[in-house]
């Protein structure tokens, strides 16, 4: 049974670009939860989609958004990226509500 | 007050000897919690869930939930060099999926 599969591993980007991350969750996972994970901040939460819909957000600017498709593919967005949203950005996927996660192996974002 | 708390450590302990990791969170009406596991480099890994006031064991692991006191603990027996990692506590406030983390305990076993 394949993994949480996040998209790509590693990107580097200037300041003031965006950036889009993928993530597919395992088959028959149909909540997909983000996370923002710094040495300093530990695991933020970022969103969470559950049948294309976004069910719960964290506190972040509006510049962090997502998606969830009918396949429960999910992306994020960082539009106008600053130098602190350099991070690991975790996707964890779960059958629904009160189950664990399955996180995937992460984007380590760069922000130069 | 931080939605999840843990003692940063680090926690050092013989191999051999039980590890005890400790979390307070703040939402009292939370209804599930889960240890993780993560290695460094690595993405953090499901090792044990709970959901009753009282103990679950799994193998070496054992989850202690105390609702009233807010309080969940997780105990490694015997524990192994295999088991150092950075441990984090999560609780799921609302049962709404949203779940949050505490800052993680790094433990390390000592041959």
């Known amino acids: 049974k394949a993994g949480v599969t996040q998209t790509p591993r590693y990107l580097i980007k200037t300041r003031g670009q965006q950036v889009t991350l993928s993530c597919s969750p395992i088959?028959?996972?149909?909540?997909v939860s983000w996370y923002q994970q710094t040495p300093g901040q530990g695991l933020q939460f970022l969103f969470e989609?559950?049948?294309?819909?976004?069910?719960n957000k964290g506190n972040f600017p509006g510049r962090f958004s997502g998606r969830q498709f009918s396949n429960s593919r999910s992306e994020m967005n960082v539009s106008t990226l600053e130098l602190g949203d350099s991070a690991l950005y975790l996707c964890?996927?779960?059958?629904?509500?009160?189950?664990?996660?399955?996180f995937g192996s992460g984007t380590r974002l760069t922000v130069v | 007050q931080k939605e999840v708390e843990q003692n940063s450590g680090p926690l050092s302990v013989p191999e051999g000897a039980i590890a005890s990791l400790n979390c307070t969170y703040s939402?009292?009406?939370?209804?599930?919690f889960f240890w993780y596991r993560q290695y460094s480099g690595k993405s953090p890994e499901l090792i044990m869930s709970i959901y009753s006031n009282g103990d679950k064991e799994d193998g070496r692991f054992t989850a202690q939930l105390n609702k009233a006191s807010q309080y969940v603990s997780l105990l490694i027996r015997d524990s192994q060099p295999s088991d150092s990692a950075t441990y984090l506590c999560a609780v799921n406030p609302n049962n709404n999926n949203d779940m949050r983390f505490g800052a993680g305990t790094r433990l390390t076993v000592k041959p």
């Open positions: 939402d009292r009406g939370s209804q599930s």
């Open positions: 964890a996927s779960s059958l629904g509500q009160s189950q664990g996660y399955t």
């Open positions: 989609y559950f049948s294309e819909t976004q069910r």
């Open positions: 088959s028959g996972h149909r909540s």
